[in-house]
Structures are given as C-alpha cells and as structure tokens.
C-alpha cells in the first residue's frame, strides 16, 4: 500500500532549519514532499529554495495562497509563532511548531486553543525525545528490564559556543531553561512521567548573558518518582559531550547509564551489558551536531507517519503545554525559593 503523500512547507530557512530542510528530503521515499520554502530574508528563502528545488516566498500569506499544502514546518523565532501558526491553523493547514513553543504561556496555549477549535492537527517539534539513544533508553525501559523507574538524573552540560551561530542568546531574559531546559525536562516526562512539582536554582555563570546560563531542578513525578535535570551552557571540560544528553535512571530491578560517545550501560538484576545506542553519519549530518541533527530526522519521521495515520503526535500541542508549564514553574520555584505545581490546561 503506498502511504499518503503529504505536502510540506517550511516557513524559516536559518540556522537550524537546515537540518528541518534536510530532513523532509530524506523522507521522500515515505510520503513527504517538501513543496515550498519561506523566510523574511530573500537572500535565505531563495537559497533554500534553489538547494532543494522548491518555490521560495518571503510571506507566510503568500506561500499560504500559493498551495496547495497539507503542512507547515515552523522554524523561526519564538516570538512569530503565534501569528504564524494561527495563519496556517486559519487556512486548515496540520501545524508543527519548532520548539520553545512560544514566548508566553498564554501564547502557547492560544495556538492550542486556535487548533482545538478549528480541529487542525498539531505538534511541537520537541526533538531530543526522538534522538535514536533517548529512543533506545525508553525501549528498555518499556521491556521491563529495570523495573518501574523511581530515580533519575539527566544532564545537559556543555562548554560549546552557541553563542556563535545564535548570537542572540546574550540578550534573552529567559535563556538556558527557555532553549535547552524545555528539551531535558521533556525527556524526564517522555522517560519518567507527568510531574507533580519542581523545583529549582538558577545561576548566571557567564556576565556577558542577561538571563541565567545554568540551571538545577528537581522534579517530583505522579508516579513518586524523583529526577535531577540539568542543564548549562557554561561547563568547562576536555571530553565535552556536546550535544548529547548524559543520563542515569535507576528503578526495582536495575539501572541504565548513558555516557559520552552514545554507550548505554543496562543492568538488570545484577547483570550488565553494554551497548552503542548511537547512529552513523548521515549525508548532510557532522560531529559534533549529528546527535541533534538525527533527532530532527527522528521528529519529522514521527511527525509524517502521524500525518499519514491522521492520529495525533506524541508532542502534540496539548501534550507539550504539559512541558511548556514545567518550563513556566522552574522559573516560579527559582524565584519564590520554592516547590511549584506546574500549570495545567484545559480545553
């Protein structure tokens, strides 16, 4: 049975959305035709569209009219999420939008809301989740193989100079939990579960940043489980494990421990084993990104299969405010010195 083709326009063509781009491409032979490019900067719209052979627009309206599309990509600012995605939900467009969802809780869940209404299909691309290690470890989990997990520890500590490619991080308010906090702490629900309460301790390592660099949090999850995330862009160390998400989760029967290099050591009632839950280089990935770059592939694989079956995302709108709250409830608890509840939503 052939699958569903779906058409496929990606509104940004900067930095990261390359690996979006990218991406779709490979996913040709499954049902994905990447069909149009947008982005404000003529310069970046028509070189998108010449590298990968599509029509290029500098307006989200005009592309919008062009069509005819069965889904938007969004990979801009965070603060052109809301109108863009509206526009798209508006013309009955599926919308995925690039992570942090939105600059504000009530941004975010005005696009839920907006899709809910209209009954558009939409999802987050919250990728870490589908990088192929963070995969790997939830497959052993979902075998049993340590039991109900009832502790972890995920970490995100790196020394790279994101600064150079997003120079605009200097000038955030809200930084290292708003950009790569959101993804941690969606991989402790995706591993752990819906949280019950969180707390935690910023600092601002680095002086040339407004917002914090570096965060601690504690999270109590439903299922009483306990878990240390992590999270900072000022860590000084020779063997920088950068971009890749450093985790231990220990539950009744074992362990897992991912460390540098993608190795993932499973111990189940007393046995160990040891495993490269890494994938090779693709065409257009390179150390030290591929970790991420593969995630990119690993969202828009899911995304179009969900697109196809007509089912909803794992990071769904709705699913994903769940994290977006645990992002708004870190910043509580650092700056009441507390344990917050995170915010909930309800259609």
């Known amino acids: 049975m052939t699958a569903r083709t779906i058409r496929i326009g990606v509104i940004g063509c900067g930095f990261y959305a390359q690996n979006h781009l990218n991406a779709w491409r490979d996913l040709a032979a499954d049902g994905a035709v990447l069909a149009a490019v947008c982005d404000l900067d003529p310069a970046k719209a028509r070189s998108a569209g010449e590298m990968f052979g599509v029509s290029w627009h500098t307006d989200v309206q005009t592309m919008l009219d ?3 599309l069965d889904a938007v990509d969004i990979v801009t600012r965070q ?6 995605a ?3 939900i508006a013309r009955g467009v599926s919308t995925i939008v690039q992570k942090p969802f939105a ?3 009530e941004d975010a869940t005005a696009i839920v809301e907006a899709a809910d209404k209209a009954g558009v299909w939409l999802a987050v691309h919250e990728n870490f989740r589908y ?3 963070l995969r790997a470890v939830r497959k052993a989990i979902d075998s049993g193989a340590i039991g109900e997990p009832n502790w972890a520890r995920i970490a995100f500590r790196t020394g790279f100079d994101v600064y150079r490619t997003q120079p605009y991080f200097y000038d955030e308010e809200r930084f290292v939990i708003a950009d790569v906090g959101v993804h941690v702490l969606d991989v ?5 579960g819906d949280v019950a309460r969180i707390s935690c301790e910023t600092q601002r390592r680095n002086p040339r940043v407004k917002g ?3 965060a601690t949090m504690m999270l109590r999850h439903e299922s009483g489980a306990v878990s240390l995330v992590e ?3 000022e860590s000084r160390r020779a063997d920088d494990p950068f971009p890749e998400t450093m985790l231990e989760i220990e539950g009744g029967r074992g362990s897992i421990v991912v460390s540098r290099g993608c190795r993932m050591k499973l111990t189940s009632e007393g046995e160990a084993s040891e495993t490269d839950i890494g994938t090779p280089l693709l065409p257009w990935t390179s150390h030290p990104w591929h970790v991420s770059q593969e995630g990119a592939l690993g969202a828009c694989r899911h995304f179009l299969d969900c697109l196809q079956r007509g089912v909803p995302a794992e990071t769904r709108g709705a699913d994903n405010l769940k994290t977006y709250a645990l992002v708004d409830a870190a910043y509580r608890a650092a700056a009441e010195h507390r344990s917050v509840a995170p915010e909930s939503w309800r259609a």
């Open 103 to 105: 600059p504000t809780w």
């Open 188 to 192: 402790a629900r995706f591993l752990l």
């Open 66 to 68: 062009a069509g005819p």
């Open 86 to 88: 509206e526009a798209a």
């Open 79 to 84: 603060d052109t999420h809301r109108a863009i």
């Open 131 to 133: 990088q192929a290690p």
């Open 231 to 233: 999270c900072t862009y």
């Open 212 to 214: 914090e660099d570096t």
